[in-house]
């Protein structure tokens, strides 16, 4: 059963209480000030404090939280989350949240800038093929570093009185996220780094929370507002998942291969250290003045998916995510239908500190932070759209472009010259394409794809000379992330490849 807000209210309430007490006490001996004239405003920052969890590979219906309390298939029947339904309680859930990117780095880059990984020139996060490779086109060139000039949502923020940190998974080169604005951090690492760490923490699952609950408390200490992004690795190395977890999971479902019951694992851990992390914070009273955001870095899909595709192609299950949030001001126990991305969340930080810093020229995000505070009903960007753009092969698919649009999509598939619409509110498996029954809509939304996408600058995937429609293209270059071109990844939504499940 979930908890009643209003409890939840009470308990964290008296929490605060508590610890503003204990923090006055300390205080006013200093002052030599009764505790109960102190202003605890003087001795607790009034700006709040923010924890961004993200989750790797995580599917959209990849929780025991239905993302859309209106579909059955928004929630895994398999996985258990029981600390990410009690914050959905709590918080407000985004049913229609998109990552910036349907793989890793981009999608990190992405949120880091507030920009689109298309303008970043950052869109791949594995090897690019080569036109060698024969496939028919190849692929724009992809930067795979975050330039120094960027201002990221790190330093931002720090300019702002935050204490910063960034806890796991970085995977952005660039000489880490010491030099990206992160005060506190584990240093470069990628999702090799998680390796070591199996039974009793799980991919570092917990020892995260460890570090992160240290700098919480230096936070705390030195009276400064505090940012931290919990970067996991997990689902990656699912073979790490706690024994016991994977007994509970082998007895739960008698079908799953080692693989699928290690990923379902897994993602229990993971809850259960997101739920150590956010209990932690409500204990020491921090509870009403931190928002907590939880996210994928990009969509998992599978065979038995709600949505079409997944990793590594722009079907909704390579993009939208689960997206969960709590904080002052938030509704509890809601639903927010409107659509917001991974680069709403740098113009969301700052506005949530407080910031009087302009937002940098050439963000593409805006603050959703009204949408949550029930204040608006909509994200105020630079543009009333959202465009993606992966133009590599990793899935059967191929490169890909789309735009959403309201409830319109567009998906344009660059290998075939196909251009699809679908209206995702009436089908979110995009299994119907409406392109042939609404051609002016269609050619209205291309056009406006291709505009906005040449607008930033992207690079587009241009024809291989030495393509041979007679020869297949080699899938040697990377085993982790080639084509599958046997997968049906779509579930009722048909043809969708779901990708390399591999390093990215
Ligand atoms: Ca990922």
């Given at each position: 059963?979930r ?17 503003i007490l204990c ?22 920052s009034t ?21 859309d ?16 339904e ?17 793989v890793?780095s ?7 800038t507030?920009?689109?990984p298309?303008?970043?020139?950052w ?23 975050i330039?120094s000039q960027?201002?990221?949502?790190a ?31 584990d ?16 991919v ?27 970067s ?10 706690n ?7 082998r007895?739960?479902?008698r ?22 992390l ?20 990009n ?39 409107t659509t ?13 500190a407080?910031?009087?810093e302009?937002?940098?020229q050439g ?19 630079p ?5 993606f ?5 990793q899935?059967a698919?191929?490169?890909q472009?789309?735009?959403?649009q309201g409830?319109?999509k ?11 619409l ?26 406006l794809?291709?505009?906005?996408l040449?607008?930033i ?18 899938e ?9 071109r046997?997968n049906q ?8 490849g ?7």
């Amino acid at each position: 059963m979930r908890p009643h807000p209003a409890i939840w209210m009470t308990a964290t309430s008296l929490g605060a209480t508590i610890c503003i007490l204990c923090i006055a006490a300390l205080a006013g001996a200093a002052q030599d000030k009764p505790v109960s004239e102190a202003n605890p405003t003087a001795e607790i920052s009034t700006q709040p404090n923010i924890i961004l969890l993200i989750s790797d590979d995580q599917s959209w219906d990849g929780l025991s939280v239905r993302m859309d309390p209106q579909n059955p298939r928004s929630a895994s029947q398999l996985v258990q989350t029981p600390n990410l339904e009690k914050l959905a309680a709590q918080g407000t859930r985004f049913s229609n949240a998109y990552a910036p990117a349907p793989v890793c780095s981009p999608t990190r880059a992405s949120i880091l800038t507030g920009k689109s990984p298309g303008q970043l020139h950052w869109t791949k996060a594995g090897p690019n093929v080569r036109a060698a490779q024969g496939y028919k086109l190849n692929p724009p060139t992809n930067k795979q570093r975050i330039d120094s000039q960027e201002s990221t949502v790190a330093e931002m923020l720090n300019r702002a009185g935050y204490r910063t940190a960034h806890f796991g998974k970085w995977h952005l080169n660039s000489n880490g996220p010491g030099a990206h604005g992160y005060d506190v951090h584990d240093g470069m690492t990628g999702n090799e780094d998680a390796i070591p760490h199996k039974d009793p923490n799980p991919v570092d699952i917990f020892g995260m929370t460890e570090r992160a609950e240290a700098f919480i408390d230096q936070s705390v200490a030195e009276k400064k507002p505090f940012f931290i992004q919990m970067s996991y690795y997990a689902l990656h190395h699912p073979e790490n998942a706690n024994a016991a977890t994977v007994d509970k999971y082998r007895q739960r479902s008698r079908r799953g291969n080692e693989r699928a019951l290690g990923m379902a694992a897994l993602a229990e851990d993971l809850d259960t250290g997101v739920g150590q992390l956010i209990d932690y914070v409500d204990q020491i009273g921090l509870g009403d003045h931190t928002y907590i955001i939880y996210m994928s870095d990009n969509g998992g899909g599978g065979r038995r998916s709600a949505l079409r595709g997944g990793k590594g192609s722009l079907w909704e299950g390579g993009i939208r995510v689960p997206f969960i949030m709590r904080g002052p001001g938030v509704a509890a126990n809601a639903t927010q239908g409107t659509t917001i991305v991974g680069f709403d969340l740098l113009p969301t930080f700052v506005e949530m500190a407080g910031s009087e810093e302009a937002i940098p020229q050439g963000v593409e995000g805006g603050s959703f932070l009204p949408l949550a505070t029930g204040t608006s009903d909509h994200v105020k960007r630079p543009h009333d759209f959202l465009t993606f753009h992966f133009p590599h092969y990793q899935t059967a698919d191929g490169p890909q472009s789309a735009l959403i649009q309201g409830d319109m999509k567009l998906v344009e598939n660059h290998d075939s010259g196909e251009i699809l619409l679908f209206d995702l509110s009436s089908d979110p498996s995009e299994s119907q394409d409406l392109s042939a029954a609404r051609p002016e809509q269609a050619a209205q939304l291309h056009r406006l794809l291709r505009a906005h996408l040449n607008q930033i600058k992207v690079g587009w995937p241009t024809e291989n000379p030495a393509y041979d429609p007679n020869r297949p293209a080699s899938e040697g270059w990377n085993p982790n992330d080639r084509p599958r071109r046997e997968n049906q990844g779509g579930g009722r939504g048909g043809r969708g490849g779901r990708g390399g499940r591999g390093g990215f």
